[in-house]
């Protein structure tokens, strides 16, 4: 089994900058793509940013969040700058992960960080 831990959430002011990290430990041979989902209060969880093969952001967030990972780690990170109230959100780590050579990736989620942005 994969554990995802996130950290780093928390209150800032409109404007304001915060760093999420996602911390994966367990059986791992290896990671595969490593992002970052939202979900704010009475909306459905959405897409913000992977890190894999590929880079990919949500357009609400291109160019104010940057997504990063350290492989030797087995953790990413999200950078948000120039937070917006609509941010506001609980942020949660997505990772793709086996536990052998011989098994397919599966599909791990963190509890989730609590991003709060005050106008």
């Known amino acids: 089994q994969v554990q995802l831990v996130e950290s780093g959430g928390g209150l800032v002011q409109a404007g304001g900058s915060l760093r999420l990290s996602c911390a994966a430990s367990?059986?791992?041979?290896?990671?595969?793509?490593m992002g970052w989902y939202r979900q704010a209060p009475g909306k459905q969880r959405e897409f913000v940013a992977t890190?894999?093969?590929?880079?990919n952001y949500a357009d609400p967030v291109r160019g104010r969040f940057t997504i990063s990972r350290d492989n030797a780690k087995n953790t990413v990170y999200l950078q948000m700058n120039s937070l917006k109230p609509e941010d506001t959100a609980v942020y949660y780590c997505?990772?793709?992960?086996?536990?052998?050579?011989?098994?397919?990736?599966?599909?791990?989620w963190g509890q989730g960080t609590q991003v709060t942005v005050s106008s």
């Open positions: 367990g059986r791992i041979f290896s990671m595969g793509d």
């Open positions: 890190s894999g093969s590929s880079t």
């Open positions: 997505n990772a793709a992960a086996r536990s052998t050579g011989w098994d397919s990736y599966r599909n791990y």
